[in-house]
């Protein structure tokens, strides 16, 4: 099934301003986020539900937007596609997914370099969702 442009713009309208928000908030408060993703990681039940509710997210997205062309609508795609996999893969095998992202999580660096990739990934949706006149 292909998704419509009405589809994707909707999406990115969905998805976009929600990325950004995401992403200004590990920028301006970096402790915060780290405390929170700590917090997660120590309480097996809420990375448990976490990650069923990411499953889901996933699944839904790539049920209404399995879309591989050379645009920007790809990009919707493949964030559904990640979060299926790397939820599962949390799910499946919780210590290897541990022991796999652990570097990456406890870096100091993550906030900041987390932040810029999801703030520009959610003003590209943005962008397309609502100012684009090719959407």
């Known amino acids: 099934m ?7 713009t909707y999406l990115a309208r969905l998805i976009g301003p929600v ?6 908030s590990m920028l301006l408060s970096p402790s915060g986020y780290m405390a929170s993703v700590a917090d997660v990681l120590r309480s097996p039940a809420s990375l448990y539900i976490a990650c069923i509710l990411d499953l889901l997210g996933g699944i839904a997205l790539v049920l209404a937007h399995n ?4 645009d920007w609508r790809v990009i919707i795609t493949l964030l559904g596609w990640i ?12 210590v290897n997914a541990e022991r796999f992202w652990s570097p990456l999580i406890s870096s100091p660096l993550l906030p900041l370099w987390g932040g810029v990739i999801v703030v520009l990934l959610g003003a590209a949706l943005s962008y397309f969702g609502y100012a684009s006149r090719r959407a």
């Open 19 to 24: 990325l950004a928000v995401v992403g200004v």
């Open 2 to 8: 292909t998704a419509s442009a009405s589809t994707s």
């Open 67 to 70: 879309v591989w062309a050379a």
């Open 83 to 94: 979060s299926i996999f790397d939820s599962a893969f949390f799910i499946l095998f919780p």
